[in-house]
Nanobody
Framework: LRCRCRRWGGLVQPGRFLRLSCVGY????????IGWFRQAPGKEREGVSC????????DIKDSVKGRFTISRDNAKNTVYLQMNGLKPEDTAVYTC?????????????WGKGTQVTVSS
């Protein structure tokens, strides 16, 4: 798994948006529930959102509800995290993971993280 940030180095001003991509290399993602996680400096990693293999979504983190949207495009072997209305407290290293089973069941594969910095 690999996370990509389709913006300039992941630095964005408050209130702006960013879309992260989780791409499967060497295997297909459509069999897996995929979660997005983040870890801010000095804090533990936390779950942000999850999408089942069938496309059902779950917002794990209350603070991102209404702002972040997880989706998947199995034809592109990619899961996205659309992040709107970004806040400085969203600054963290974001990574994706493929679960063994359903959302919350335990991570089988971890992607490499990508830094997202929200700052003016």
């Amino acid at each position: 798994l690999r996370c990509r940030c389709r913006r300039w180095g992941g630095l964005v001003q408050p209130g702006r948006f960013l879309r992260l991509s989780c791409v499967g290399y060497g295997f297909t993602l459509d069999r897996y529930a995929i979660g997005w996680f983040r870890q801010a400096p000095g804090k533990e990693r936390e779950g942000v959102s999850c999408i089942s293999s069938r496309g059902g979504t779950m917002d794990i983190k209350d603070s991102v509800k209404g702002r972040f949207t997880i989706s998947r495009d199995n034809a592109k072997n990619t899961v996205y995290l659309q992040m709107n209305g970004l806040k400085p407290e969203d600054t963290a290293v974001y990574t994706c993971g493929a679960y063994y089973g359903s959302c919350g069941s335990g991570i089988r594969f971890w992607g490499k993280g990508t830094q997202v910095t929200v700052s003016s």
